[in-house]
């Protein structure tokens, strides 16, 4: 209701005085309501303000994520897994380790010896028996007592990260001492994409909207792109860390490349050459006696440049040996123009077991180097010009300790200028303990004992050496050995099989000239097996049926052949004695080139 003069025309002076007050409280109280505030919202406010501010404190960075869209709900520990207190995370290369973990103590890193192993320098050596850890270089053996660098850690044996980087060509980030702790370690290198962040945006755990955010990405980050997709791409950050990120939210792509820092010991071997192709005669010398046949070997004016004499045999578990070395037959061969490579074997003393005696050596250091000590020493009196390493039947278990024992023999023989070589079977999946990838890098020759293809054990017959089995043993052994190194073995022996009904009843060993004559006593005229890559003959006698493959000139020119396209270090032979004087031509052809 409105008022005006005509309301108040019938009101004395007092009564308007009245009215007047009236209308002015009812101003102020309109005022009041048109300002929006009323009293008891203030309070309202100010604690509505403090939680804010407490938000903002409490939560930083996720407060601003969600401010732009997103926020930070997860961390690392999901991508590693429960880490304990005295643990860290580790990441390698682009993958994080959910099972295997760093250890922290007295303020250094270990890793798992075995991890270490496998993952980042297989180069270490482990002496449980003596609690060594050793690592050889060319100029010799660190040897590490455990305790310090080498303890036991959480049930097992831990090397520090201090040792490892030493001999190891790496990058290591310590980020153990962040919110979730963990380490980063790059020994992988090559190219690799980069690109660059556009704009503020989520590193998730996994491509999905849905997925935990890890971390925000800020405008200008530079990171790996590890796996480029159409909507979500993976990448990794500078700490190691890996996620995805929405793949629109990335620009400016790149190539790029990285490499190994070579801050590591050199660990080139130093390598003994031949000045020409070898023709290595393995000579089986039983008896100080028979050291003698060297001057018929040498009359006879055979096509060897190097002569293989079996000197050495292991005799008990303390690293002793049989020596039948002689100087005067070093003397010999060396007037005759041939060198000298000792060879030394574990299988040529009657009551030495190959297999678990050897291992007993092998897996002592002190017991190794008394071993590579003698050795070297009755090399040098005698003259000779190199080891041949001739170790048989190991088990899988003993790999490590001949590994071993091949590198510090190594650094002995080159020390003292002998070369050194060693005898391998045909690579197999029984033979992968003898680790012809070390051979190969600390060894002047590796020697493929190219034959026994059918042994006297075998279930059936076969051929010594077929031409397959020949160039399979070959292509194996240089994927992990230089065809500059690598000798093949060739048999001057071949079987007589004497079988009924299809089983096999016997066989035995016969040298080339033996066997050729044993075909003329049968009137046999072997014929040419393409299969097999040499002369095949068969007879019946007795009620059994008698088979030979033959290892002659012919099937000894194959397997040269193959040789040569490879263009392999030489060719060795087993055994001196068994030839027949035809193959010296083919040999002769091979050495010319």
Request: aromatic share 10%.
């Amino acid at each position: 209701m409105r008022l005006d003069d005509r309301d108040f025309k019938d009101l004395d002076v007092e009564d308007l005085e009245t009215v007047r007050k009236r209308v002015e409280r009812k101003k102020k109280r309109k005022k009041r309501k048109g300002s929006g505030i009323a009293p008891w919202t203030i309070p309202v406010i100010f604690v509505l303000l403090l939680l804010l501010a407490i938000f903002f404190v409490s939560y930083g960075g996720g407060a601003v994520e969600a401010l732009t869209g997103f926020k930070v709900n997860s961390d690392l520990s999901a991508c590693f897994g429960e880490i304990e207190s005295n643990e860290a995370g580790i990441i390698l290369n682009k993958g994080y380790e959910t099972e295997i973990r760093a250890f922290l103590e007295d303020g250094r890193i270990y890793l798992p010896y075995d991890y270490v192993k496998t993952n980042l320098n297989d180069w270490f050596y482990h002496d449980e028996n003596e609690g060594l850890i050793l690592y050889t270089t060319p100029e010799g053996t660190d040897r590490l007592d455990i305790g310090d660098d080498a303890r036991e850690i959480g049930g097992g044996l831990c090397l520090s990260t201090d040792l490892v980087m030493k001999y190891t060509d790496l990058e290591f980030e310590d980020h153990t001492g962040e919110d979730v702790p963990y380490i980063f370690i790059r020994n992988a290198w090559g190219e690799y994409s980069a690109a660059t962040v556009k704009k503020k945006t989520a590193f998730r755990s996994f491509g999905d909207k849905k997925s935990d955010v890890m971390a925000a990405l800020e405008e200008g980050e530079k990171v790996r792109v590890l796996d480029p997709g159409t909507e979500w791409s993976e990448v990794q950050r500078e700490n190691g860390s890996s996620g995805f990120v929405a793949s629109s939210d990335l620009d400016e792509y790149k190539d790029e490349s990285d490499s190994a820092p070579g801050n590591v010991p050199d660990m080139e071997f130093p390598v003994t050459g031949f000045n020409n192709k070898i023709s290595l005669g393995w000579h089986q010398v039983m008896s100080t006696v028979a050291n003698d046949t060297v001057y018929d070997i040498l009359k006879n004016d055979t096509a060897v440049n190097v002569l293989g004499p079996t000197w050495y045999s292991l005799t008990d578990t303390e690293g002793n040996f049989k020596d039948i070395s002689s100087a005067a037959y070093v003397e010999a061969a060396h007037e005759a123009g041939k060198k000298v490579w000792s060879v030394v074997d574990n299988f040529n003393v009657e009551g030495f077991v190959p297999d678990a005696g050897t291992h007993e050596v092998l897996s002592y250091t002190s017991k190794r180097k008394k071993l590579i000590d003698a050795l070297v020493e009755s090399v040098k009196a005698s003259g000779a010009d190199g080891i041949n390493v001739d170790f048989e039947q190991l088990s899988a278990d003993s790999g490590q300790h001949f590994a071993q024992f091949i590198k510090e023999l190594s650094v002995a023989c080159h020390d003292n200028s002998l070369i050194l070589s060693v005898d391998n079977y045909v690579p197999k999946a029984y033979s992968l303990h003898y680790h012809r990838e070390v051979q190969g890098k600390v060894c002047d020759f590796c020697v493929i004992m190219g034959y026994d293809e059918y042994t006297s054990g075998s279930a059936d017959a076969g051929p010594v050496a077929s031409l397959d089995f020949v160039e399979h043993g070959i292509d194996n052994t240089l994927v992990d050995v230089d065809a500059s190194r690598v000798i093949n073995g060739v048999p001057f022996y071949t079987r007589l099989w004497e079988t009924s009904n299809g089983v096999v009843k016997n066989s035995q060993a016969l040298g080339m000239k033996e066997a050729a004559d044993t075909f003329k006593t049968h009137g046999v005229t072997p014929s040419w097996d393409d299969g097999a890559g040499c002369n095949y003959g068969e007879y019946e006698a007795d009620g059994s049926l008698y088979r030979m493959w033959l290892e002659d000139e012919e099937s000894l020119n194959a397997k040269l052949s193959v040789m040569k396209s490879r263009d392999l270090a030489g060719v060795a032979f087993w055994k001196l004695g068994f030839e027949s004087k035809e193959i010296w031509d083919e040999v002769e052809a091979y050495l010319a080139g």
